[in-house]
């Protein structure tokens, strides 16, 4: 659809979510930017047991398709709402208590549960709101924005705390008023009975046709928590780089995404699904081969410049995520599917990502952090090859 011609109801419900999506955004940008740095200097933990960590931040994500079936009577947009209060709760935890361990692992569990109940449900909405076959197109105009509200979120940590000298609480309690305000947003988008954006969803949906896209989950769950975890920890710890630093990095990737993620949207429309999917793991073998081993070859500052090249190749590359979301659209057999096996999804790629820290920051202690990212490069190696093995009926659209 073009926004600047829509009806007046569908522009409506189209601003809503873009805002909604970006307050959100603005809130990760925030948090993304500052936890493990929060993580190191509040708990001067150490790698192994950063990467043991990742499980219960990731056991939400685990267990997002039973929370989404137990919500069935909710529509995807009251869903997506409740998920951005809890996922407030969870900030405003850390803004109050962080520093005590206990209670900053049950607020990270929090904010973890309604992020992660988001995630299928931005992709869920944007989707129906699409329709026809366009869909890559919208949600990479959608993803631009959010990502022009990431950069918003890493701004206030690079000079709140460089220039301001804000503190974490400060921090993460500003992170909370921008995902109430997504919450707002989202309550205040009227149903349309028409649009599945606004049906009550099944509860659970499981379907042979949809293997390889589970296998694409699976593989993506892996790739993700490698670089979510022990990207950052390499810039900190074999670095030593500071929390404005990944602010500023952010904020270049981001703002490279302002560009990418529309074209990246174009991509997927005239290109399909199976060339995105396959650059992506192909430039990733790089980025992991980069990382882990950049610091052997080069000199130390061209290996820190590496370094931050990879970080910022990486974010862009997460969006490609996209791809898949949009590979399942056209394969869905109803449309009732998309929302409750975009959530499956999340659960299965975390079936993964719960293990893989653990497992990372064991290698990264005994073995050394490049064998961490030589096993994400085997990861990517399946993932090009699992990804050339898409086919879409030619006479299937969007449905």
């Known amino acids: 659809m073009d926004l600047n011609n829509d009806p007046s109801p569908w522009r409506k419900r189209f601003l809503l979510f873009v805002a909604a999506v970006c307050c959100l955004s603005i809130a990760g940008g925030i948090f993304e930017s500052t936890f493990n740095n929060f993580l190191i200097e509040t708990f001067n933990i150490t790698a192994k047991e950063r990467g043991a960590l990742e499980f219960p931040r990731e056991l939400p994500g685990f267990l997002v398709a039973v929370f989404a079936g137990a919500l069935f009577f909710l529509t995807d947009t009251r869903m997506a709402a409740l998920a951005a209060l809890v996922t407030a709760l969870g900030f405003l935890g850390l803004a109050a208590r962080g520093e005590a361990y206990s209670f900053m692992l049950l607020a990270m569990v929090v904010q973890s549960a309604g992020a992660h109940l988001f995630m299928p449900l931005q992709s869920s909405i944007a989707l129906s709101l699409a329709g026809g076959n366009r869909a890559g197109t919208l949600m990479g105009r959608i993803g631009g924005y959010s990502t022009l509200a990431v950069i918003g979120g890493c701004g206030i940590v690079w000079l709140g705390m460089q220039y301001l000298h804000l503190d974490y609480p400060i921090i993460f309690g500003l992170a909370t008023i921008s995902a109430t305000c997504a919450a707002v947003l989202l309550f205040k988008i009227q149903p349309a009975s028409s649009s599945a954006t606004d049906r009550r969803r099944p509860r659970f949906v499981w379907r042979r046709a949809y293997s390889l896209y589970y296998v694409l989950c699976i593989l993506f769950g892996a790739r993700k928590q490698v670089f979510l975890t022990f990207g950052p920890l390499v810039l900190i710890t074999v670095f030593g780089q500071p929390a404005s630093s990944i602010a500023k990095l952010i904020i270049v990737a981001s703002v490279l995404g302002i560009a990418f993620k529309p074209a990246l949207g174009w991509m997927i429309d005239r290109l399909g699904e199976r060339f995105v999917l396959m650059a992506d793991a192909f430039m990733l073998i790089g980025v992991c081969l980069g990382y ?4 052997n070859i080069l000199p130390a ?6 370094a931050y090249g990879c970080f910022v190749m990486d974010m862009l ?27 499956l999804g999340v659960s ?4 993964v990502s719960m293990s893989i820290p653990a497992l990372g920051g064991l290698v990264w202690v005994v073995y ?8 994400a490069a085997g ?17 299937r659209v969007s449905i």
Do not use: C, E
């Not at 997460?318 to 096996?341: E, S």
């Not at 299965?348 to 079936?351: P, Q």
């Open 317 to 343: 590359l997460f969006a490609m995520d996209m791809a898949r979301a949009v590979y399942l659209d056209k394969i869905a057999q109803k449309r009732d599917d998309v929302a409750p096996t975009l959530t």
């Open 301 to 306: 500052p061209y290996a820190l410049f590496l």
């Open 292 to 295: 882990g081993f950049g610091r």
């Open 368 to 375: 050394g952090y490049q064998w961490v990212f030589a096993g």
């Open 348 to 351: 299965i790629d975390h079936t």
């Open 379 to 395: 990861v990517a190696l399946v993932t090009l090859v699992a990804a050339s093995l898409i086919r879409v009926p030619q006479n």
